[in-house]
């Protein structure tokens, strides 16, 4: 059974950048779509950017359009999340989720989930 692990969220100052990491120990994730969907306090999730299993990126978040980019490197088993030029409005728990059909924005399409890595965006 996949499990999925993110890491690489903290604490960073407005107008910085973190990279987030999705991995899938002892479990493929090259024939999967990997999506990054976010919650923030109060909020429902949402998704954030998708990548798909020939590498296509997918991004639905306009609030991220041009500062996070999705990516994974198949040889490491891992997709990343690089996120520029964070904002206070940034701050959520990130998760990653897989499926193996293409992308999707509704998070209740995927079947496999990490336990979400925490983001804080303040000065």
């Known amino acids: 059974q996949m499990q999925l692990v993110e890491s690489g969220g903290g604490l960073v100052q407005p107008g910085g950048s973190l990279r987030l990491s999705c991995v899938s120990p002892?479990?493929?994730?090259?024939?999967?779509?990997v999506g990054w969907f976010r919650q923030a306090p109060g909020k429902e999730r949402e998704g954030v950017s998708c990548?798909?299993?020939?590498?296509?990126?997918?991004k639905y978040a306009d609030s991220v359009q041009g500062r996070f980019t999705g990516s994974r490197d198949n040889v490491k088993n891992t997709v990343y999340l690089q996120m520029n030029s964070l904002k206070p409005e940034d701050t959520a728990v990130y998760y990653c989720?897989?499926?193996?059909?293409?992308?999707?924005?509704?998070?209740?399409?995927?079947?496999?989930w990490g336990q979400g890595t925490r983001v804080t965006v303040s000065s």
């Open positions: 989720a897989a499926r193996n059909r293409p992308c999707y924005e509704t998070d209740s399409e995927y079947t496999y």
């Open positions: 002892g479990f493929p994730l090259e024939g999967y779509t």
């Open positions: 990548v798909s299993v020939g590498g296509l990126i997918v």
